[in-house]
């Protein structure tokens, strides 16, 4: 299973207009294919104002990632709207997802999804992966996807949201 990442630098709450504005809209995807357990272990990282922008937009209401207080409201929203944008079928058959949860660390916020009952040996992956396309048309969503020794790396550039790929 995914060990979440947190830090003291977690605990601090910075007002979106202390943030660093970035120039790109990108978020970063990692899935791990954990033989032993039989599982697909996933990882979403995305700029928190980003996030709670598109987030605020599906769903017409205010969003604060970085507040404890509003964690357990704004982790069904998180929920929601990321399975909503994420699907993995392996070797044909569509996943089931298990959402873990979310954190808010820095400038980012990760979300964690796990898949279980994978078979020991994927042959293809297909991957949609629309996040934040409602918000952004210059969106770049990334994945990188392991199994054993086998790594893939795939970039998807607005309006592209789905590829399929053999190991």
Same mark, same amino acid.
């Given at each position: 299973?995914?060990?979440?990442?947190?830090?003291?630098?977690?605990?601090?709450?910075?007002?979106?207009?202390?943030?660093?504005?970035?120039?790109?809209h990108v978020s970063v995807t990692e899935m791990n294919h954990n033989?032993?357990?039989?599982?697909?272990?996933?990882?979403?990282?995305?700029?928190?104002?980003?996030?709670?922008?598109?987030?605020?937009?599906?769903?017409?209401?205010?969003?604060?990632?970085?507040?404890?207080?509003?964690?357990?409201?704004?982790?069904?929203?998180?929920? +929601?709207?990321?399975?909503?944008? #994420?699907? =993995?079928?392996?070797?044909?058959? $569509? *996943?089931?997802?298990? @959402?873990?949860?979310?954190?808010?660390?820095?400038?980012?916020?990760?979300?964690?999804?796990?898949?279980? +009952?994978?078979?020991?040996?994927? #042959?293809? =992956?297909?991957?949609?992966?629309? $996040? *934040?396309?409602?918000? @952004?048309?210059?969106?770049?969503?990334?994945?990188?996807?392991?199994?054993?020794?086998?790594?893939k790396s795939i970039k998807l550039d607005y309006p592209d949201s789905?590829?399929?790929?053999?190991?």
């Amino acid at each position: 299973m995914l060990t979440p990442r947190v830090s003291e630098e977690a605990t601090e709450f910075r007002p979106l207009s202390a943030q660093k504005v970035h120039p790109f809209h990108v978020s970063v995807t990692e899935m791990n294919h954990n033989q032993q357990e039989a599982t697909l272990e996933m990882q979403s990282k995305i700029f928190t104002d980003d996030f709670e922008a598109a987030i605020a937009k599906q769903y017409n209401r205010k969003v604060d990632l970085s507040d404890k207080s509003l964690h357990e409201s704004m982790d069904s929203l998180v929920r +929601k709207y990321v399975l909503s944008h #994420l699907q =993995v079928k392996v070797n044909g058959k $569509l *996943l089931s997802p298990a @959402y873990l949860g979310f954190e808010q660390e820095k400038e980012a916020v990760y979300v964690y999804v796990e898949y279980l +009952k994978i078979p020991a040996t994927i #042959l293809e =992956v297909d991957f949609f992966n629309n $996040l *934040l396309y409602d918000y @952004y048309t210059d969106q770049i969503n990334i994945l990188h996807f392991k199994s054993g020794d086998k790594r893939k790396s795939i970039k998807l550039d607005y309006p592209d949201s789905s590829i399929r790929f053999s190991l």
